[in-house]
């Protein structure tokens, strides 16, 4: 990784990840999450605090040093154990049937293949275990989408590869999950073309 991936990017991650607004969209994501967990993309540890008390560990991927090492203070604070194991979403490290739950929070938008990362979730997840996640992603509405086509290399080049297009809750289904729950909505603090939502709990077959 350069400077920037290593060291800039982290940071402006952790200052917009950890906007007031949300804090409501992490509660809700991290609800019914239990047992052995593995969140992709974990970053610099917004999560933690909304960790419910029937998670009985965490397994953290996360490919950059710099976003572990500013979630050093949320993890002395948490009584859930949590242990950095993987740095890359499309190649998980352990053995099928391996957790109970997954959570991705804004992290497909940027796994170069979201198709190989959603098929290792699925991997590594128990038959019944249940996905959970919240992402931005293509808007609802043409007008939108045709504003994120445009502006998604600019968003790329600018937010380490993070795309605004993508279709979550297809790729999702796509990738054999059967989808339970799903919120698509617009965040109101975020201009349309980026706050376009899903938020939803998949179950693997």
């Given at each position: 990784?350069?400077?920037?991936?290593?060291?800039?990017?982290?940071?402006?991650?952790?200052v917009?990840?950890?906007?007031?607004?949300?804090?409501?969209?992490?509660?809700?994501?991290?609800?019914g999450?239990?047992?052995?967990?593995?969140?992709?993309?974990?970053?610099?540890?917004?999560?933690?605090?909304?960790?419910?008390?029937?998670?009985?560990?965490?397994?953290?991927?996360?490919?950059?040093?710099?976003?572990?090492?500013?979630?050093?203070?949320?993890?002395?604070?948490?009584?859930?154990?949590?242990?950095?194991?993987?740095?890359?979403?499309?190649?998980?490290?352990?053995?099928?049937?391996?957790?109970?739950?997954?959570?991705?929070?804004?992290?497909?938008?940027?796994?170069?293949?979201?198709?190989?990362?959603?098929?290792?979730?699925?991997?590594?997840?128990?038959?019944?275990?249940?996905?959970?996640?919240?992402?931005?992603?293509?808007?609802?509405?043409?007008?939108?989408?045709?504003?994120?086509?445009?502006?998604?290399p600019?968003?790329k080049?600018?937010?380490?590869?993070c795309?605004?297009?993508?279709?979550?809750?297809?790729?999702?289904?796509?990738?054999?999950?059967?989808?339970?729950?799903?919120?698509?909505?617009?965040e109101?603090?975020?201009?349309?073309?980026?706050?376009?939502?899903?938020?939803?709990?998949?179950?693997?077959?």
């Amino acid at each position: 990784m350069g400077i920037y991936s290593e060291r800039v990017l982290p940071r402006i991650i952790d200052v917009a990840c950890g906007l007031p607004v949300n804090e409501r969209l992490r509660r809700r994501v991290c609800a019914g999450l239990r047992d052995r967990v593995v969140e992709i993309g974990f970053g610099s540890g917004h999560n933690v605090p909304y960790y419910p008390e029937s998670v009985k560990s965490v397994t953290a991927v996360e490919p950059a040093d710099g976003g572990w090492r500013l979630a050093a203070k949320r993890l002395a604070q948490s009584s859930i154990p949590v242990q950095r194991s993987g740095l890359d979403g499309q190649s998980l490290p352990f053995p099928d049937n391996s957790f109970d739950a997954a959570l991705s929070t804004w992290t497909l938008c940027t796994i170069p293949e979201m198709s190989a990362a959603l098929a290792e979730i699925r991997r590594v997840l128990v038959p019944g275990g249940t996905f959970h996640f919240v992402e931005h992603g293509l808007a609802p509405d043409a007008k939108v989408q045709t504003w994120q086509h445009r502006l998604n290399p600019v968003q790329k080049t600018l937010f380490g590869g993070c795309n605004l297009n993508r279709d979550i809750a297809d790729a999702v289904e796509q990738a054999g999950f059967e989808v339970r729950e799903l919120d698509r909505f617009y965040e109101e603090s975020a201009p349309k073309f980026l706050g376009s939502q899903y938020l939803g709990v998949a179950v693997s077959p």
